[in-house]
């Protein structure tokens, strides 16, 4: 695994910023909603942020031929609001991921022959497409003044891909089978 090109290094350190960032801003805006008395949004962002976890943790090795310090630009959703606020936040950004981010890096990728690079786009991109749903669906039962119901959220710890109430025998992105999903509960 050896990144040559210097703009699909860059693009690598920007993926592992923001998705690094969505770590910690859904780990703030789980505990949010739990003290919001929304347990199922709690649950979805905590498990969602172990997949962002995932995603930087790919981004990370696919460079690990490359030392030393870097400055690293990266887009991010700022701003601790009602839960509802934060899902739309949420959206926002995996939205972003999915439709400009990661389809633009994937080709430079390509382009210039990166395959570790490309791999790791594009587990995070079709990953990307699932929460954003997921997302989206738990804003409207906030927006109703429900819960998300959801008792479990399975997250493939190779590619992070997420599954909620129930756990596939093998990964549909990655093939990883079921030993590598980490499940959270309520």
């Not at 910023?17 to 739990?34: F, H, L, M, T």
């Not at 995603?55 to 701003?79: M, T, W, Y």
């Not at 991921?97 to 080709?107: I, S, T």
Request: include cysteine; hydrophobic fraction near 35%.
């Amino acid at each position: 695994m050896v990144v040559k090109n210097d703009m699909t290094a860059q693009n690598l350190r920007s993926a592992f910023g923001g998705e690094s960032q969505a770590y910690q801003r859904y780990i703030v805006w789980g505990n949010k909603a739990e003290d919001e008395g929304f347990p199922g949004v709690a649950l979805l962002f905590r498990a969602i942020a172990y997949a962002e976890q995932v995603h930087a943790g790919n981004h990370f090795k696919a460079l690990e031929n490359i030392k030393g310090g870097h400055l690293v630009a990266s887009g991010g959703e700022f701003g601790l609001g009602k839960t509802t606020e934060n899902l739309e936040g949420a959206i926002a950004g995996e939205r972003f991921e999915v439709e400009q981010m990661y389809p633009a890096y994937k080709l430079v990728a390509k382009d210039q022959g990166e395959k570790e690079a490309i791999r790791s786009f594009n587990y995070a991109l079709e990953a990307e497409k699932i929460h954003a749903k997921l997302y989206e669906e738990a804003r409207e039962s906030v927006e109703q003044g429900q819960d998300y119901q959801v008792e479990s959220v399975s997250i493939c710890s190779i590619c992070g891909y997420t599954e909620t109430d129930g756990m596939p025998d093998k990964c549909p992105i990655c093939g990883a089978p079921r030993d590598k999903f980490k499940e959270f509960t309520k």
